[in-house]
């Protein structure tokens, strides 16, 4: 019995640790999506740099 609690434990625990991973990993995509969406929508000029390298590279 004590060895089935001792498995349960570390499956919860587990289970927790890929729950704040998937947190973090929404978050960063998150984050880059409302980058790209205030990007699009005012084109600051700070961003001109990128870019032109970005249109560079595509031309390559």
Same mark, same amino acid.
């Given at each position: 019995?004590?060895?089935?609690?001792?498995?349960?434990?570390?499956?919860?625990?587990?289970?927790?640790?890929?729950?704040?991973?998937?947190?973090? =990993?929404?978050?960063? #995509?998150?984050? $880059? !999506? =409302?980058?790209?969406? #205030?990007?699009? $929508? !005012?084109?600051?000029?700070?961003?001109?740099?990128?870019?032109?390298?970005?249109?560079?590279?595509?031309?390559?």
């Amino acid at each position: 019995m004590e060895r089935e609690r001792k498995n349960k434990s570390y499956l919860i625990w587990v289970e927790q640790i890929w729950e704040e991973i998937e947190v973090q =990993f929404y978050g960063i #995509i998150g984050a $880059i !999506f =409302f980058f790209i969406l #205030i990007y699009c $929508i !005012f084109r600051p000029h700070w961003m001109r740099p990128l870019s032109d390298l970005i249109s560079k590279l595509n031309y390559l």
